[in-house]
């Protein structure tokens, strides 16, 4: 028996708030930041922001193509050096970003940006190699505190742009990294080895679940795609498409800020209750909470605009976490980082894609273009149907065991 390193003594909820900490901080300085700097960038750089918002989808599409790649460093060598790393690339980003002057530098400053998020993207698989299969309830956690990224970020982003302008905001979000989420992350326990050899007598079992393996990593990988280009298209058309279904400005901006609520009530709902279950029955309902809710708003209009918003929320919130917990419970620690990156890679596509064509959609056919979310959900949780809990190849070993 292997010996846990004397690091990795620190309790769970030390290591949850040190990760969660730092991913809200990447979230916030990367990916919500478009939200609130779009239009001044834009505006001082004599662009349109939709030049902003391309280069964000570039950023995404990049971070897509870096995961396998990720994964597989994580694997070998933990995940503690390269989200230290993350931080040092998105300093440089964010400086670059605060002196572009033209689009050119633009983009190169989101292409880096890009591969910051490809690497704070090791999280979920570093906490699957410090903790094995019991990784699930931590990685709960991170997702519960990195929930409040945009509750935070946009807020202090906003105040920073208005008081001092947007080169200064992305500074001191540069700052921001250096002080604070690169020793968080550099606090992080060294990963213990896992075993990549499966125990004896599970070699057989390997080689004859091998395209069943196959099958399964397909089956996520579509359902997780299709759940980033609901997410991404809808958070990008909420409140029009709620006006278009006779809701009131004022009505669609109340049932839009009650998605981050039920993100969070659904994922405190996944640690408490649904930790019981596997994670498949989790991700199972969260793809069926769009589709009752596009029927409830058809059904009741207006009045039922928060149900389905509420609804939609619950369901992003349980997702995030299925992302990690789910490929856990079904393949085991063992290359865990790797399985995620090419998981994840369709749906970084999807997501990059759904805002233009959902957009697209809602110009053409309106308000139908929700009957089609719900389709792709559907489609989503008949996949999941195919996915059974015994469908990992090998039995995976728990942190510090190691064969003899």
């Given at each position: 028996?292997?010996?846990?390193p ?35 960038i ?17 950023a ?9 790649r ?13 989200l230290?790393?993350?931080?040092l ?21 989101w ?16 906490l699957?190699?410090i ?13 519960l505190?990195a929930?409040?990224a ?37 606090s ?15 070699a057989?079992?390997?080689r ?11 089956l996520?990988a579509?359902?997780f ?23 009131s ?32 029955l ?9 589709p009752?809710?596009?029927v ?19 369901g ?5 976490i ?11 620690p ?11 890679l369709?749906?970084?596509v ?5 805002p ?49």
């Amino acid at each position: 028996m292997k010996q846990v390193p004397a690091d990795q003594a620190r309790g769970p909820l030390a290591i949850v708030l040190a990760l969660g900490t730092a991913q809200t901080i990447a979230w916030a300085s990367s990916y919500y930041l478009p939200a609130i700097l779009a239009a001044p960038i834009a505006r001082d750089l004599g662009l349109a922001p939709t030049y902003v918002f391309g280069a964000l989808s570039g950023a995404l599409v990049i971070s897509g193509l870096l995961g396998p790649r990720v994964g597989h460093a994580i694997d070998t060598f933990g995940g503690r050096g390269l989200l230290a790393i993350s931080n040092l690339v998105f300093v440089a980003g964010l400086l670059l970003l605060s002196v572009a002057h033209g689009a050119a530098v633009l983009i190169a400053a989101w292409a880096l940006l890009g591969i910051g998020m490809g690497l704070y993207e090791a999280a979920f698989a570093t906490l699957a190699r410090i903790y094995g299969t019991n990784a699930r309830r931590t990685i709960t956690g991170i997702t519960l505190i990195a929930g409040f990224a945009s509750t935070l970020g946009w807020p202090l982003t906003t105040w920073l742009a208005s008081e001092y302008g947007w080169r200064v905001a992305c500074q001191v979000w540069a700052a921001i990294h250096i002080a604070l989420a690169l020793p968080l992350n550099l606090s992080l326990p060294r990963a213990v080895p896992l075993d990549q050899q499966p125990r004896p007598g599970a070699a057989a079992s390997r080689r004859s679940g091998r395209q069943s393996e196959t099958f399964a990593m397909v089956l996520l990988a579509y359902m997780f795609a299709a759940a980033s280009f609901v997410s991404s298209g809808i958070s990008a058309i909420l409140p029009t498409m709620l006006v278009a279904f006779g809701a009131s400005p004022a009505q669609a901006l109340l049932a839009g800020a009650l998605v981050g609520p039920a993100q969070v009530g659904a994922r405190l709902l996944e640690a408490g209750w649904l930790a019981r279950f596997h994670p498949l029955l989790s991700a199972r309902l969260a793809m069926l909470m769009n589709p009752i809710g596009v029927v409830a708003l058809v059904a009741g209009g207006p009045l039922l605009a928060t149900t389905f918003t509420v609804l939609y929320g619950a369901g992003n919130g349980i997702i995030t976490i299925a992302r990690g917990t789910l490929p856990l419970a079904l393949f085991g620690p063992a290359g865990f980082g790797r399985r995620v990156g090419m998981i994840s890679l369709p749906s970084r596509v999807t997501g990059a894609a759904a805002p233009l064509a959902l957009g697209l959609m809602v110009e053409h056919i309106g308000s139908s273009a929700l009957w089609i979310s719900a389709l792709v959900s559907l489609s989503a949780f008949f996949a999941l149907l195919l996915l059974r809990s015994e469908q990992a190849t090998s039995t995976p070993l728990k942190v510090g065991e190691q064969n003899s």
